[in-house]
């Protein structure tokens, strides 16, 4: 999969021989045209690739054989192998597919039937996870999202402001450049961070993280949501009512609005895959869910399959046996430090009765932990990832779901 346009496009979707061969434009379709593995959209060039036209043996075919020895042959197209090609075809099939990825885009991947099988065979997996991997199943999903889930780096590269450990590789986030470029070579399509990604305001941090993660050293598309060690500083008093804490943390997002990337910090939504997988991140870093971010949230539910980021994760029955001093925790009404408000248990109604929300991600505890959102079919999950200060993170497989969404 590739980023464009605020969205994930298909990329990496595997197509075999026979599955190619449909898309030859006989039909006023798109025309497909593989070459050296990759598929192609050549659409565009029909006036070139269309069925009676000069290249139109290729429509819907695998070029690779053809163009490398630069002959129309039939036989080069039953049997694309490019295996006999001399070291000189060899690099005229690259030049072709060169020329290809400079012109059309990659609309997918050519594999072999067994590989196709393998890969057919992850649809309908069950909603599983590991400490630092997850598999939730997404109905609709038409192939497999990979996404890297960080949190809790709590990064600090200004040298005059107090942290927690005296460990630079930690302080200066040396840890999280390497966990993002591993999760790339293993074929993530996504990097998403929830919370406490700086260690108190620090514009020093922000600006040195800005160019890795969302500038053009990037190396994967990345999403965020404010955590509370983002904009409360060590020295800010523990008691603080909800209005200094928002007024603090308003503070915060002018300074790192480029984290966002443009996205609104309090409540956004990204069709991170168009019309089958929507992120949507909530800034519950004060914990709790103002009425204005419950109605955003309920507003953008169509439907369509939806991944939750939140910083705190939600007062679930299952949160509280397994987490120590859960007490604090996103929409629990019996917190003494911070009871949850009104929209706040109402968010947390929302999501847990949503069967839109394939899954809910958080942060905020240092520790991983999974819980059942609901009871059965589509019942989603929350997984919240162990600190990547620590060097946790999760890697989440996205899948698509065997049986559509009732």
Not at 115 to 141: H, I, N, Y
Not at 154 to 182: C, W
Request: aromatic share 6%; hydrophobic share 40%; glycine share 10%.
């Amino acid at each position: 999969m590739a980023v464009g346009g605020g969205g994930i496009s298909h990329h990496t979707l595997a197509q075999t021989r026979d599955q190619l061969a449909a898309f030859d434009g006989s039909d006023g379709g798109p025309i497909y045209m593989g070459m050296l593995g990759d598929v192609f959209d050549v659409t565009k060039g029909k006036g070139f690739y269309g069925k009676g036209r000069a290249y139109g043996i290729f429509a819907g075919q695998d070029a690779s054989r053809g163009l490398g020895t630069m002959k129309k042959n039939p036989e080069y197209v039953l049997d694309p192998s490019i295996e006999s090609l001399t070291p000189k075809q060899r690099k005229t099939a690259q030049e072709w597919h060169d020329r290809f990825v400079k012109k059309y885009p990659i609309v997918g991947t050519l594999v072999a039937e067994d590989a196709a099988a393998a890969e057919s065979a992850v649809a309908g997996a069950a909603l599983s996870w590991t400490d630092d991997t997850a598999t939730v199943p997404v109905p609709g999903l038409r192939e497999p999202l990979r996404v890297l889930h960080l949190g809790d780096s709590h990064i600090n590269v200004d040298s005059s402001h107090h942290y927690q450990t005296d460990d630079e590789q930690l302080r200066n986030g040396e840890l999280i450049g390497p966990a993002i470029a591993a999760a790339a070579a293993d074929g993530a399509h996504l990097v998403v961070h929830t919370g406490d990604l700086v260690h108190g305001v620090s514009p020093e941090t922000v600006e040195h993280l800005s160019n890795s993660l969302v500038g053009p050293e990037a190396v994967l598309p990345f999403l965020y949501i404010s955590g509370n060690a983002d904009w409360m500083h060590e020295s800010t008093p523990a008691e603080i009512d909800f209005e200094e804490k928002d007024a603090r943390r308003s503070r915060w997002r002018e300074t790192n609005t480029v984290l966002y990337d443009g996205a609104e910090p309090s409540v956004w939504v990204r069709d991170v895959v168009e019309g089958q997988l929507r992120f949507v991140g909530v800034d519950n870093s004060t914990g709790q869910v103002t009425q204005a971010q419950l109605e955003s949230v309920m507003a953008a539910d169509d439907g369509t399959p939806t991944v939750l980021m939140l910083h705190i994760p939600l007062c679930l029955p299952e949160t509280l046996k397994l987490v120590p001093g859960a007490g604090s925790l996103c929409g629990n009404p019996d917190c003494e430090a911070l009871p949850a408000s009104s929209s706040t248990q109402a968010f947390l109604t929302f999501v847990r009765e949503s069967t839109s929300i394939v899954a809910v991600l958080a942060g905020h505890i240092h520790q991983p932990q999974a819980q059942m959102l609901r009871e059965g079919s589509g019942a989603g999950a929350q997984l919240v990832t162990a600190a990547a200060k620590d060097g946790g993170s999760r890697l989440i497989d996205f899948v698509p779901a065997q049986t559509p969404r009732l």
